[in-house]
């Protein structure tokens, strides 16, 4: 949608690339101080209920109860002078449902999911509401407020749940998955076209796609972050046709999160970061164009996956943002500053947050 994307051209830093490194930053926990993240957290609490943490790290329960073992999924974006924040979130009675944060508004679609998969949350290009999920029959399904449930016919692996770009400029979002033909990772756009890029993935986890800007080509693109079949995290860029290869080794069975990192790279599109968890447990961020990685000592839960999002505050400055669940089993998140705070407040065990920008 084209307000949501000036947002993005908004946040666009003209910045040099910096130089390849590796950072290794030993932290302590410590508390969340009371202060303008930038930033906002769904997650699923110990007690079954959708949970969120507002910009300022206040804790909300919403009372709605979720699908052991899912995910929620959230999203803001402004459009016709209303910055709607939504959640997606699979409930206990295994329909999807969604939240406007804003106005409390909670609605149950009535479409069934698979259990143990999470939706995927973005808007069309005309501003209304639209989910990717797994449904009940291993399906890819695409849920329109105001229009329905759609069936595209396309199955997905195992447990593995897909995911859905924001929409770019006259075009809209691009949903990535796992075709259980061959593990291989797939993409449907807007206009109805499948195609399996030939990569394979890692059976137990999910792919994770963001949008980005484009200078040398003609309109958005998007690009994919996921684990391969033998343990790599992989970066798929959907307008090159590019498959990079990191050799980071990630924690089997767990996702990776994409997202933009604010300035074009030499190949014309988005430089991406991704976040995830390594074989040791740690969370790791990495910079694949630019050969920067960065890890902290604070490890994950098992089997969970960390969200992350690129925060740009009105003066210019920002980064990356990031929630995670940590090996203490509470919600955990990692500020712009780059110091992983622990919030205190307990997660179900083995699901991962949804992080978001907020306004």
């Given at each position: 949608m084209s307000a949501h994307s000036g947002h993005k051209r908004r946040w666009r830093l003209l910045a040099a690339a910096v130089a390849a490194g590796l950072a290794i930053a030993a932290l302590s926990a410590r508390p969340a101080?009371?202060?303008?993240?930038?930033?906002?957290?769904?997650?699923?609490?110990?007690?079954?209920?959708?949970?969120?943490?507002?910009?300022?790290?206040?804790?909300?329960?919403?009372?709605?109860?979720?699908?052991?073992?899912?995910?929620?999924?959230?999203?803001?974006?402004?459009?016709?002078?209303?910055c709607p924040i939504e959640i997606a979130f699979q409930a206990s009675t295994g329909t999807l449902w969604t939240l406007d944060v804003r106005t409390g508004t909670p609605t149950d679609t009535g479409l069934p999911m698979l259990d143990h998969t999470s939706p995927s949350i973005s808007f069309t290009s005309g501003g209304a509401v639209e989910v990717a999920y797994h449904g009940a029959n291993r399906d890819l399904?695409?849920?329109?407020?105001?229009?329905?449930?759609?069936?595209?016919?396309?199955?997905?692996?195992?447990?593995?749940?897909?995911?859905?770009?924001?929409?770019?400029q006259f075009r809209g979002p691009v949903i990535a998955y796992q075709t259980p033909s061959?593990?291989?990772?797939c993409l449907l756009t807007s206009d109805g076209v499948n195609s399996c890029p030939g990569s394979v993935m890692d059976p137990a986890s999910s792919p994770s796609i963001t949008y980005t800007a484009t200078t040398?080509?003609?309109?958005?693109?998007?690009?994919?972050?996921?684990?391969?079949?033998?343990?790599?995290?992989?970066?798929?860029?959907?307008?090159?046709?590019?498959?990079?290869?990191?050799?980071l080794n990630m924690s089997r069975g767990t996702s990776p999160s994409v997202a933009d990192y604010g300035f074009i790279g030499a190949d014309g599109t988005d430089v991406i970061q991704t976040a995830f968890q390594a074989s040791t447990s740690a969370l790791w961020l990495a910079t694949p164009a630019l050969q920067i990685q960065r890890?902290?000592?604070?490890?994950?839960?098992?089997?969970?996956?960390?969200?992350?999002?690129?925060?740009?505050?009105?003066?210019?400055?920002?980064?990356?943002?990031?929630?995670?669940?940590?090996?203490?089993?509470?919600?955990w998140t990692v500020p712009a500053t780059g110091i992983p705070a622990s919030s205190?407040?307990?997660?179900?065990?083995?699901?991962?947050?949804?992080v978001y920008q907020t306004f």
């Open positions: 101080a009371a202060a303008d993240f930038g930033f906002s957290v769904a997650f699923q609490g110990s007690n079954g209920h959708l949970w969120t943490v507002d910009r300022s790290g206040a804790p909300h329960d919403t009372g709605l109860g979720m699908a052991p073992g899912t995910n929620p999924a959230a999203v803001e974006a402004c459009v016709a002078g209303r399904w695409t849920y329109v407020a105001g229009v329905g449930g759609h069936d595209s016919g396309l199955s997905i692996t195992g447990w593995s749940s897909p995911s859905i770009s924001l929409p770019g061959g593990g291989y990772l040398n080509w003609p309109g958005d693109g998007a690009e994919v972050a996921y684990q391969s079949f033998d343990g790599f995290l992989c970066v798929y860029n959907v307008t090159t046709g590019s498959t990079l290869r990191t050799g890890s902290w000592t604070v490890g994950m839960a098992a089997g969970t996956s960390p969200a992350a999002i690129e925060v740009r505050f009105d003066d210019g400055t920002g980064g990356p943002a990031i929630a995670f669940q940590g090996t203490d089993g509470r919600l205190g407040l307990s997660m179900a065990p083995g699901t991962s947050p949804a």
